[in-house]
């Protein structure tokens, strides 16, 4: 079975500051790996996937994902937030060859203070 | 090009009575997938629905189930409701078998009092 462990339940940082949001998966078999966003009270929006070929992939609001196999992880970073970052991020796998089904981290909630 | 739609966005029921929430797929999307999320457990599959089949149900009891219709829009009904049930109910479309980006709607908050 998969599961994702997103490390960090809150991370606190002040605006312009870099910041990562760490996730960490396990899977015995070939999977996908997705970052999504969730402002207050709406659903949520994807930030960025990792299907396959190079291992950096980024958004286009400035967030980047490093895909790493030997660490099973899918970490999320921004060298510099803004206060509109304040949103909770969740981490996701489906398995390659079937995508039906998403399993999603716990959530890490990102305040951004100015 | 609408995006995935979810009525009612707000709902209030009382323990034992029952509820149906309804989701519109993005144009041309044939295949919707439900969640629940809850402070408690977090986002939680609980099933996938693809031209008008279920393909994938999650571990939730009997009292949740769910349809498709022809035009792709799926309802999920809810019966008997218990308090732990109250949460906020996510319904994503995707193109179908093979997709690889899964559009969610706002969502329905149900409250059971």
């Known amino acids: 079975a998969q599961s994702v462990t997103q490390l960090d339940s809150q991370v606190p940082v002040f605006e312009e500051a870099p910041v990562e949001l760490r996730c960490n998966y396990s899977s015995s078999v070939s999977v996908y790996l997705f970052w999504y966003v969730q402002y207050p009270n709406q659903g949520l929006q994807l930030l960025l996937k990792?299907?396959?070929?190079?291992?950096l992939v980024k958004s286009i609001n400035g967030f980047e994902a490093e895909f790493n196999k030997s660490q099973t992880s899918f970490h999320l970073r921004k060298p510099s937030v803004h206060i509109s970052d304040t949103a909770e991020y969740f981490c996701a796998v489906t398995l390659s060859y079937n995508t039906d089904k998403l399993i999603f981290g716990t959530g890490t909630r990102l305040q951004v203070f100015p | 090009k609408a995006g995935v739609t979810q009525t009612p966005r707000y709902l209030i029921k009382t323990r034992g009575q029952q509820v149906t929430l309804s989701c519109s797929p993005i144009s041309g999307h044939r295949s919707v997938s439900w969640y629940q999320q809850t402070p408690g457990q977090g986002l939680q599959f609980l099933f996938e629905y693809f031209s008008e089949t279920q393909r994938n149900k999650g571990n939730f009891p009997g009292r949740f189930s769910g349809r498709q219709f022809s035009n792709s829009r799926s309802e999920m009904n809810v019966s008997t409701l218990e308090l732990g049930d109250s949460a906020l109910y996510l319904c994503a479309s995707s193109l179908g078998p093979g997709g690889t980006e899964a559009f969610f709607g706002q969502g329905t908050r149900l409250t059971v009092v």
């Open positions: 990792y299907l396959s070929g190079s291992t």
